[in-house]
């Protein structure tokens, strides 16, 4: 699958394409949202491999010509809109959100280039709004599936628990064995009484190198990215 990207600003990386490996392991059916859709991979992977109805969201306009040129592209029917998820009118409800969203908190130095720093910054989508969100457009036992910055897990937790969010599987990724996680991906339905099963932790490098498993999941995703001006 090709990707157009710009040349400047926001570009998609390893976070998304580790993201929808671990979106793999659930069996997405029905109605999709990719929120911060950016230039569409995450919505385009899931209309290639489920037989789901997805649809993206981008507040940001530059993205959003990207996204259905991909789609377009790719022959994939994914439908896009502009617009401020936090504050867009859904006509229909959903039975799955998916997302990769800004989570660099307050204390990262933000990027002075506007496009980097929206997609980046979650000031600009708090958690505790987008999970409030998620749960008015979601169905009664819908599920949402995202990474976000693994230092903030317990922050995560809570506005899940006190939406009526259960965590039903977690993945932590790792650059390398010898460090901290540094990405959590969730997996959360609504109003389930599931246990939750910790997946085994995705170790990206060894030695300098990514690691066979991390080779198998790009190869996998099949995603090949072009930067140009369109």
Avoid: W
Wanted: proline share 5%.
């Amino acid at each position: 699958m090709i990707i157009y990207q710009p040349q400047e600003g926001y570009c998609y990386n390893s976070d998304t394409i580790f993201l929808y490996h671990f979106i793999r392991r659930f069996p997405l059916r029905g109605n999709v949202l990719d929120v911060g859709t950016g230039s569409g991979i995450l919505a385009l992977l899931v209309a290639r491999d489920f037989k789901a109805q997805v649809d993206a969201i981008e507040i940001q306009e530059h993205f959003v010509h990207y996204a259905k040129i991909n789609a377009k592209a790719n022959k994939l029917p994914v439908t896009v809109y502009l617009g401020d998820f936090l504050h867009m009118h859904f006509a229909k409800r959903y039975d799955y959100i998916i997302t990769n969203p800004p989570f660099y908190h307050t204390g990262v130095l933000r990027s002075k280039n506007p496009i980097i720093d929206k997609a980046r910054y979650s000031g600009h989508m708090p958690f505790e709004k987008f999970i409030k969100k998620a749960n008015q457009i979601l169905k009664p036992k819908g599920g949402i599936i995202f990474c976000y910055d693994a230092k903030q897990t317990q922050t995560l937790l809570m506005h899940l628990s006190a939406n009526k969010f259960t965590v039903e599987a977690m993945q932590f990724v790792h650059p390398n064995a010898q460090k901290e996680a540094s990405l959590v991906m969730i997996y959360a339905k609504k109003s389930s009484k599931s246990l939750c099963a910790i997946v085994p932790p995705l170790i990206v490098f060894e030695n300098g190198e990514y690691r066979e498993e991390t080779k198998r999941i790009f190869e996998e995703v099949g995603a090949y990215s072009i930067k140009c001006h369109i």
